[in-house]
């Protein structure tokens, strides 16, 4: 059974989908823990970050890198948390590794 991301990445569940390559995709995560919440995941359907190859985690590590002064300005956020629920016993819900780029307000009452 394909996890929702992987029926995002097929089209078969819509998404605001923010940024695209060959190997990764960025949308707006649809339960928002903030305005402009974003998921970066690689396409191919890799459970956990240590199931990545080096090149596909570079591929996704160079988007967040690309995205966060993005998010931020759009919705003019003071800062980021980057995070990454890695595993079921930290949180992970959608078992397809995503990388969470949360936009931070100063004075929102702290972090995940
Ligand atoms: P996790 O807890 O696995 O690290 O995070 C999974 C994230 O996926 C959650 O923040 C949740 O809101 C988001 N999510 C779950 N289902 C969907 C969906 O169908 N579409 C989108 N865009 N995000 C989803």
């Given at each position: 059974?394909?996890?929702?991301?992987?029926?995002?990445?097929?089209?078969?569940i819509?998404?605001?989908?923010?940024?695209?390559?060959?190997?990764?995709?960025?949308?707006?995560?649809?339960?928002p823990?903030?305005?402009?919440?974003?998921?970066?995941?690689?396409?191919?359907?890799?459970e956990?970050?240590?199931d990545?190859?080096?090149?596909?985690?570079?591929?996704?590590?160079?988007?967040?890198?690309e995205?966060?002064?993005?998010v931020?300005?759009?919705?003019?956020?003071?800062?980021?948390?980057?995070?990454?629920?890695?595993?079921?016993a930290a949180?992970?819900?959608?078992?397809h590794?995503?990388?969470?780029?949360?936009?931070?307000?100063?004075?929102?009452?702290?972090?995940?």
């Amino acid at each position: 059974m394909p996890t929702i991301f992987e029926q995002i990445v097929d089209g078969e569940i819509p998404a605001r989908i923010v940024h695209e390559t060959d190997t990764t995709l960025a949308f707006l995560d649809a339960n928002p823990l903030a305005r402009g919440h974003t998921l970066v995941i690689p396409k191919e359907p890799y459970e956990q970050l240590d199931d990545l190859p080096a090149e596909i985690a570079s591929d996704v590590f160079s988007v967040v890198h690309e995205l966060t002064p993005v998010v931020e300005e759009a919705v003019d956020a003071d800062a980021t948390t980057i995070g990454i629920n890695n595993g079921e016993a930290a949180g992970q819900e959608i078992p397809h590794a995503h990388v969470h780029i949360i936009p931070r307000f100063e004075g929102d009452g702290g972090g995940p």
